[in-house]
């Protein structure tokens, strides 16, 4: 009587091993049903070679099966499984990880519906390098570029805007009560486009020019001014008040020759109009 109890003991241990095998069959299988759009059936398996260091025991490395990038299944040595896909191209892929990141995979696009041989064998070569046969020739996995491309090192460029002060300024006037609308526009326009048109900003350099009219004292702290006016209106819009300077060269800087011709005093305020500016230095990345 205790023979048949220690039979059942050992046969029941068995039963319940084969059971618990975890290799006995693929896991994180999908595309198992079967309706009328996924009607194309394919079977994968994979040959009984082992990766290196394995036993059919104790295996590391499971060839991952992917259908369009979505795994669909986990094979080791002689697992099988069968799939229901669309009649349209599907990219099939193996993929074999010997360690967190020490992968090979192969990848291939396949049009279910031209095939000859719906059964697919997968398996690895002596480096681990996994492969999918079908009809028994091995199907060519697509190859990734391996060119490394230079890193590229952004630079620094500075850009100069013009802001003419008699569009920014009422008649001699510096202060934020002088802004004329316009003035106001267009220095609101360079604080966007310092925000939107840099991936970062440096340096923002201001300084203030006049015509010749005038003492050299009196403009040198009219340029001054009108600079110092423009930078806080900068910084009301957002701009960091930490990288903008604010400074004047009077009138020592004309981009006019300075209309030694004209005798009218409206004719000359009028040709040195471009003398009377705000330069607006802007240093850094642009987009």
């Not at 590391?60 to 009649?87: M, Q, T, W």
């Not at 049009?111 to 060519?140: C, E, M, T, Y």
Request: net charge positive.
């Amino acid at each position: 009587m205790w023979k048949i109890s220690l039979l059942f003991v050992v046969t029941s241990l068995m039963v319940t091993s084969c059971a618990s095998n975890s290799y006995s069959k693929p896991s994180a299988l999908r595309f198992q049903k079967n309706t009328q759009d996924y009607n194309q059936l394919i079977y994968v398996k994979r040959d009984g070679k082992l990766c290196a260091g394995d036993t059919k025991d104790d295996q590391n490395c499971p060839i991952h099966f992917y259908l369009d990038n979505i795994e669909s299944g986990k094979f080791y040595v002689n697992n099988s499984a069968k799939y229901y896909l669309r009649p349209e191209v599907y990219n099939f892929k193996v993929k074999n990880c010997t360690g967190e990141k020490n992968c090979e995979s192969c990848d291939v696009d396949l049009q279910l519906n031209h095939l000859k041989d719906r059964n697919f064998l997968v398996s690895v070569d002596d480096a681990g390098k996994p492969f999918i046969l079908n009809n028994g020739q091995p199907l060519a996995c697509r190859v990734e570029s391996t060119s490394i491309k230079p890193v590229v090192t952004p630079i620094e460029r500075t850009e100069t805007i013009n802001l003419s002060a008699d569009t920014l300024f009422k008649f001699d006037g510096s202060s934020l009560n002088d802004l004329l609308p316009k003035g106001r526009q267009e220095v609101h326009d360079v604080a966007l486009k310092i925000s939107t048109g840099f991936v970062s900003v440096s340096q923002i350099n201001l300084v203030g020019h006049t015509d010749r009219l005038g003492n050299e004292n009196y403009n040198q702290k009219l340029g001054q001014s009108r600079a110092e006016t423009v930078r806080n209106l900068l910084i009301q819009n957002g701009v960091s008040e930490k990288i903008i300077s604010a400074s004047s060269a009077g009138k020592n800087q004309p981009v006019t020759d300075g209309c030694p011709t004209v005798k009218s005093r409206e004719a000359l305020k009028a040709c040195l109009q471009p003398d009377r500016r705000v330069t607006v230095q802007i240093t850094g990345i642009a987009k």
